[in-house]
């Protein structure tokens, strides 16, 4: 794999930035999966192995560190405004897991080096390929994020998903202008520039389905998440609710209904015995009489 093969500069210390400004800023990280960034941060050990153990020039050695560093500051943020973490614990355990990553990226420039210097490349190429594999997983788990919200994109910042994608374009160009076509790191950049479209495509079309519903709301002085609760608060179906929402009121009904069934039981037992005793005793007393 050629060093055009490796992620992006503008992905890395730049496109990020803006994806962790929004969300210090906002104080939400809703629709932004915390599994995202922890699969690029884990993807930052293997690359970072990849680009020292070959000797790369020294921006693609750093480079792979600030992707992981900037990852796991986008992580703890998720940890602490959408789990509600403290602070405190979302940095301490954003700082022990870097350590972590580190010893283990050590390790493996440790343990590689040999065999590459005697030109054994394959252990190089299976890091390689691992980091493949994890940079485009990342991109998987906003399409649950996706399908919960039928369509919808929030939480994810434009501008770092543009400069991502364009990223990978560019780098893609550079891997089809060499004199031989690397495949891993061609593969590698068509499969993101395909995810990343299919979540800009989502959200376009979402846009499109929902414009009647975003334009009344308009008018109104509200907002599209305005009409949505409203549609909730009130127990009206909504096309556009989110899935999640629609499942736990769902289960909520059908655990309500059970319990409603099991308490009525008992209850019905109790009727029962009460009218048999009661009739046992007016039979009892006309034997007396």
Same mark, same amino acid.
């Given at each position: 794999?050629?060093?055009?093969?490796?992620?992006?500069?503008?992905?890395?210390?730049?496109?990020?930035?803006?994806?962790?400004?929004?969300?210090?800023?906002?104080?939400?990280?809703?629709?932004?999966?915390?599994?995202?960034?922890?699969?690029?941060?884990?993807?930052?050990?293997?690359?970072?192995?990849?680009?020292?153990?070959?000797?790369?020039?020294?921006?693609?050695?750093?480079?792979?560190?600030?992707?992981?560093?900037?990852?796991? /500051?986008?992580?703890?943020?998720?940890?602490?405004?959408?789990?509600?973490?403290?602070?405190?614990?979302?940095?301490?355990?954003?700082?022990?897991?870097?350590?972590?990553?580190?010893?283990?990226?050590?390790?493996?420039?440790?343990?590689?080096?040999?065999?590459?210097?005697?030109?054994?490349?394959?252990?190089?190429?299976?890091?390689?390929?691992?980091?493949?594999?994890?940079?485009?997983?990342?991109?998987?788990?906003?399409?649950?994020?996706?399908?919960?919200?039928?369509?919808?994109?929030?939480?994810?910042?434009?501008?770092?998903?543009?400069?991502?994608?364009?990223?990978?374009?560019?780098?893609?160009?550079?891997?089809?202008?060499?004199?031989?076509?690397?495949?891993?790191?061609?593969?590698?950049?068509?499969?993101?520039?395909?995810?990343?479209?299919?979540?800009?495509?989502?959200?376009?079309?979402?846009?499109?389905?929902?414009?009647?519903?975003?334009?009344?709301?308009?008018?109104?002085?509200?907002?599209?998440?305005? /009409?949505?609760?409203?549609?909730?608060?009130?127990?009206?179906?909504?096309?556009?609710?989110?899935?999640?929402?629609?499942?736990?009121?769902?289960?909520?009904?059908?655990?309500?209904?059970?319990?409603?069934?099991?308490?009525?039981?008992?209850?019905?037992?109790?009727?029962?015995?009460?009218?048999?005793?009661?009739?046992?005793?007016?039979?009892?007393?006309?034997?007396?009489?």
């Amino acid at each position: 794999m050629a060093p055009q093969t490796d992620i992006p500069l503008a992905a890395t210390i730049l496109g990020l930035i803006p994806q962790i400004w929004m969300n210090w800023r906002t104080k939400k990280t809703d629709g932004l999966p915390a599994i995202m960034m922890f699969l690029w941060a884990i993807c930052g050990v293997p690359f970072g192995a990849y680009n020292i153990v070959q000797n790369f020039n020294l921006p693609l050695q750093i480079q792979p560190q600030c992707f992981m560093g900037f990852c796991l /500051i986008s992580w703890a943020q998720i940890l602490r405004y959408h789990h509600n973490w403290s602070a405190w614990n979302a940095t301490l355990i954003a700082v022990v897991v870097a350590c972590l990553f580190a010893g283990v990226e050590g390790a493996l420039i440790l343990t590689l080096r040999p065999f590459y210097l005697r030109g054994n490349d394959v252990g190089i190429l299976v890091v390689g390929v691992i980091a493949d594999i994890l940079l485009v997983a990342g991109l998987l788990p906003p399409y649950g994020e996706i399908w919960k919200r039928r369509g919808r994109v929030i939480g994810i910042n434009w501008i770092f998903l543009w400069m991502d994608w364009f990223g990978a374009l560019f780098s893609l160009m550079a891997i089809v202008a060499q004199q031989t076509f690397d495949v891993l790191g061609g593969v590698l950049y068509i499969t993101c520039c395909v995810l990343e479209i299919g979540i800009f495509l989502s959200h376009l079309i979402w846009l499109i389905r929902t414009r009647h519903i975003r334009n009344e709301a308009a008018i109104q002085g509200k907002t599209f998440d305005d /009409i949505a609760a409203e549609h909730e608060a009130n127990g009206t179906a909504f096309r556009f609710a989110e899935r999640t929402r629609k499942a736990k009121e769902t289960k909520s009904s059908n655990d309500d209904s059970e319990m409603g069934t099991t308490s009525s039981e008992p209850v019905k037992d109790l009727t029962h015995d009460l009218r048999a005793g009661s009739r046992r005793g007016v039979v009892g007393e006309n034997l007396l009489l």
